[in-house]
C-alpha cells in the first residue's frame, strides 16, 4: 500500500532544493554584482621653495595622481575628477591650488596615471619651512568626483566619491616623506547595489512561499 504521506515529502524536498538553488544563484549574482571604489594615491609630490638646495622661489607643486580600478571585470566612468591643495592641513576653507582632470573611461584591473605641475598661491612659506625643518610640512590634498560603473552592457547610476588625505614633504629636497604612495581615503562613499535590492527582494520572496 502506497506511503500517502510520501508526496508530501517529496514536494517538500523539491521546495527546499529550489529555494537552496535559488538562495546560491542570488549569492553568486552579488558575488558578481558588487562594486569596489577606485583606489586613489599621491605617487609623488614635488614642493621646489622647499628644497634647501635649491631655494627656489618658483611657486608650483607638482603631483602624481594615481587611479587603480580594482575590479576584476567592471570599468569605470569618472566625471571630471579635481585634486584640490590646501595648507596648513586644517584651513580647509583656503585651498592653495586645484588640479582639474576631465572625465575619461578606465578599463577592469587598470590603472591610470596624471600629472601635472599646480600653480599654488597664498603659502605662508616661513611658515611651512619652519614645519620642514622640525620634521616635515603636510600638505592636505583632496579629490572629488563621481563615478559609474559598467558592467557588461549594462552602467550603474552615479555615485560621489570624495576622498583625501594629508601628504607630508620632507626638508631638504621638497619631496613626499613616504617612498610608498600616499592612498586617498577617509570619507569615502561606497556604491550603492541597486541590482541587490531586487535580488534580494525575490530571495525573500521565494522563502515566504
Request: glycine residues 8%; aromatic residues 12%.
Amino acid at each position: 500500500m502506497a506511503d500517502p504521506g510520501g508526496g508530501g515529502g517529496v514536494c517538500c524536498r523539491c521546495c527546499f532544493s529550489f529555494i537552496l538553488t535559488s538562495g546560491l544563484t542570488a549569492l553568486f549574482m552579488w558575488l558578481s554584482l558588487r562594486t569596489s571604489n577606485p583606489v586613489c594615491s599621491i605617487q609623488d609630490i614635488y614642493v621646489p621653495p622647499l628644497n634647501k638646495s635649491e631655494n627656489s622661489t618658483y611657486h608650483q607643486i607638482y603631483f602624481d595622481l594615481k587611479l587603480d580600478n580594482e575590479n576584476k571585470d567592471k570599468g569605470v566612468y569618472y566625471d571630471a575628477l579635481n585634486l584640490t591643495c590646501y595648507y596648513p592641513p586644517t584651513n580647509r576653507t583656503s585651498p592653495i591650488g586645484s588640479f582639474p582632470i576631465p572625465a575619461f573611461y578606465q578599463g577592469h584591473k587598470k590603472h591610470t596615471r596624471r600629472k601635472q605641475w599646480v600653480p599654488v598661491t597664498g603659502v605662508p612659506w616661513a611658515e611651512a619651512r619652519a614645519a620642514a625643518a622640525n620634521g616635515s610640512a603636510a600638505f592636505r590634498v583632496d579629490l572629488a568626483t563621481a563615478v559609474r560603473f559598467k558592467i557588461m552592457a549594462w552602467k550603474t547610476k552615479k555615485h560621489k566619491l570624495f576622498v583625501g588625505a594629508n601628504v607630508e614633504v620632507d626638508e631638504f629636497g621638497g619631496k613626499k616623506l613616504k617612498k610608498k604612495g600616499v592612498r586617498l581615503k577617509s570619507g569615502c562613499y561606497r556604491a550603492r547595489r541597486g541590482p541587490l535590492v531586487v535580488i534580494f527582494s525575490v530571495l525573500g520572496l521565494l522563502l515566504i512561499i
